[in-house]
């Protein structure tokens, strides 16, 4: 706990100086180092519990998703994170994965096994199905994943334009009201003459 240094604050006071201050403080960090250093060497126990709990750090610190070859993060942007975050397994960042670590262990075995790349796939998908794939193959029922953006982009564009040219399109002339008898058009002809004189 620090100590609490209670001085009045006048007008004279000046605080420490820097320099004085980053002295004072590497001394102490100086002391302290020189009492775990000898904590450390009379006792061999805590020696070797140090090195422990250093080298579980260095341990949980080292990254997970390292590849060792280009060609197994290649693989690896092939195939897809089955802890269900829906990411690519190399990039997949979910904190605490539960299986990307082993599936990327089991990746650079399989790589340094000297298997090709269709038979690291092949074992993942017999091991993981189908949805472990990046991209699914163009065959069977899955073409359609392939084809049918393009089919649907298509589509579109053919009811915009459709829409467009119906909008576009003049409308024929259509009389309004109901259609006139001949000889009722005669007679008001008459009679629209016989005002006119």
């Known amino acids: 706990m620090a100590r609490k240094i209670d001085r009045p604050v006048s007008a004279g006071f000046q605080p420490a100086s820097r320099s004085r201050m980053v002295r004072q403080g590497l001394a ?14 009379s006792d061999p126990r805590v020696f070797s519990r140090a090195w422990l709990v250093f080298a579980l750090v260095l341990l949980l610190l ?3 998703t390292a590849q060792r070859t280009d060609r197994a993060k290649a693989l690896g942007h092939r195939l897809m994170c ?5 990411q690519i397994l190399v990039e997949c960042n979910h904190v605490g994965c539960p299986m990307s670590a082993g599936m ?13 790349d269709d038979l690291v796939l092949q074992s993942f998908v017999q091991q993981f199905g189908a949805e472990v794939l990046a991209e699914p ?3 069977g029922f899955n073409w359609l994943a392939w084809v049918m953006p393009f089919v ?12 467009m040219n119906r909008w576009n399109r003049p409308l024929p002339a259509t009389p309004s009201g109901p259609a ?4 009722v058009r005669a007679r008001i002809r008459e009679e629209s003459e016989e005002d006119q004189e």
């Open 62 to 64: 080292t990254p997970a």
């Open 104 to 116: 990327l262990k089991k990746l650079d075995d399989e790589v340094a096994s000297g298997k090709s």
């Open 180 to 183: 006139v008898d001949p000889a």
């Open 137 to 139: 193959p163009a065959k």
């Open 28 to 41: 102490s960090a100086a002391g302290l180092s020189s009492r775990i250093g000898s904590a450390l060497s």
């Open 152 to 163: 649907a982009l298509s589509v579109g564009f053919l009811v915009v334009r459709t829409v």
């Open 82 to 86: 089955m802890c269900g975050c829906k």
